[in-house]
């Protein structure tokens, strides 16, 4: 394995296009030394300690590869020596159950179906003549998940110490049609500035997600602290106490929070849904929901700083008359929402020409695989007119 004599190794946090920077200063601020940002990813130097505490509280990372070989090749086919000259027999056992991922930039016509083979029969000979028996393959729930990072001049071999996706938290049982994956909800919220020192209103909140990631923000709660299994407990060097520790310390770190998170949604089943989830967080005392129609709503509190953060629907999976819709959003925060800052993402940028307001913001980011704006609008407080305000 890549690893120094003082125990460090370098490590890639995966995220989601236009969060590298936000996933960055989080490795930063827990401690993580040599960061430095790729497109979709932060590469960075730990231990593995920081290994457990990266997957615990990351709130922008999708999974964190711990990288364990990396050769020169000269032709696609030369995976599978690369793979042979690995001691897998030192990492898992023939019992073990394995799966195979690979991303191939190369000008080799071959697909990344067929490096996974390569890789693959590379990986089993190497059990087979040192064994004798070989571990099988598990597509769905494996032991062990193996990246490979294949370019036409090398190929890089990764741990994948996270297994399920870190989006996963493990809180949200119920969703609604379209939800917002968690570790975006978390980086838009973490974009927009949020920190837990105003209020804070989703006027949507579906199925809760951004509530709930916005009160884990808030009260520093770790954001994968309800996850049922990190891949990395099955490994071999596993160190429960190690991770206990880590895990108290993060803990220990929460923090008090006095203001108020509150959700609208005017669908009763989205009001159950949220409630559910937001209970599986055990976040029950810090959020506040109501069946309430947005259009219809007005600030609670006048004289207090407001942050709204929502998720409207595109017209992508639910039927909306879109430009309708979204003129009612630019006219309720007009007339209803004065004396806050206003953020959503949409994916429908024509859209965003009849909400009658001048963002101040534009941030580009992906939700799923559609091109999406968040957006952010200042409300003044003592006028309905739109003022003239200078780009951040």
Partial sequence: MIKSDSGLFPMVAKT?????????????TLGAQAVKIGVRNVQFVGDTGFMYKANLCLRTALRILKPIHRSNISKIDEVYQAMHGIAWEDIMDENSTFAIRATVMTSDPQ??????????????????????SRPNVDKDFPDFSIHLYVTDKIVEVSLDSSGTSLHQRGYRSATNIAPINEVLAAGILMLSGWRGD?????????????????????????????????????????????????????????????YSITGYDKAPSAIRKAAQNISNANLD??????????????????????????????????PIDVDVFYNRIGDTLKQSYS??????????????????????????????????????????????????IKPE
Wanted: aromatic share 12%.
């Fill in 285 to 318: 005392d810090f959020i506040k929901i109501d069946r309430e129609d947005f259009f219809r709503t007005e600030k609670l509190d006048p004289d207090k700083s407001l942050h709204i953060l929502f998720n409207p629907p595109y017209g992508e999976r639910l």
């Fill in 339 to 388: 004396g806050s800052q206003a953020w959503f993402i949409t994916a429908n940028m024509e859209a965003l020409k009849h909400v009658g307001l001048r963002p101040s913001r534009r941030i580009k980011v992906f939700n799923g695989k559609l091109e999406s704006k968040l957006v952010k609008y200042e409300l003044y407080s003592g006028t309905k007119k739109v003022h003239k």
């Fill in 198 to 258: 105003t209020d804070f209103l989703d006027p949507m909140c579906g199925s809760g997600t951004l509530l709930i990631e916005a009160a884990m923000i808030a009260c520093n709660i770790p954001p994968n602290l309800n996850r049922k299994e990190f891949a990395f407990q099955k490994w071999s060097d596993w160190d429960n106490d190690l991770y206990e520790k880590i895990e108290a310390s993060s803990l220990n770190k929460t923090r008090s929070f006095s």
């Fill in 111 to 132: 697909n990344s179906m067929y490096v996974a083979l390569k890789a693959k029969d590379g990986l089993v000979d190497r059990f087979r003549s040192r064994v004798g």
């Fill in 16 to 28: 989601l296009f236009g969060l590298e920077e936000i996933l960055a200063q989080e490795l930063k």
